[in-house]
């Protein structure tokens, strides 16, 4: 009876081994593969950073580009403004001149029919 269950007991206790083993390396590989997701997560958030950061960098001369187009646009609105104030003026400096010439030329008519 003891023998059998001595025998028993080296059973259960090389049983016990091969499942203490069996777990230890399915630890070891669950940490291993954890390691490897960590490692691939880093490498996709560096990814996403530098990506975030290139867009950044591109948004930031396209807003410049657009600044400056719309400073040189405001420029140029503004001497066309200007250039439409001086013709106004000279257009009434016409209209003034014909004035007088045409008061002038009923003058001359006006002297000639008499």
Same mark, same amino acid.
């Given at each position: 009876q003891l023998h059998l269950t001595m025998s028993e007991k080296?059973?259960?206790? $090389?049983?016990?081994?091969?499942v203490q083993k069996e777990l230890h390396e399915k630890e070891s590989e669950m940490k291993r593969e954890i390691s490897e997701y960590k490692d691939r997560l880093l490498q996709a958030e560096k990814e996403h950073q530098d990506a975030l950061t290139e867009a950044k960098r591109k948004n930031e001369v396209e807003i410049e580009a657009c600044?400056? $187009?719309?400073?040189?646009?405001?420029?140029?609105?503004s001497s066309q403004k200007l250039e439409i104030e001086h013709l106004k003026s000279n257009k009434e400096e016409l209209n003034n001149s014909l004035k007088e010439a045409n008061q002038t030329l009923e003058e001359l008519l006006k002297t000639k029919v008499r």
């Open positions: 080296n059973e259960l206790t $090389k049983s016990l081994e091969t600044q400056d $187009k719309m400073n040189s646009l405001e420029h140029f609105i």
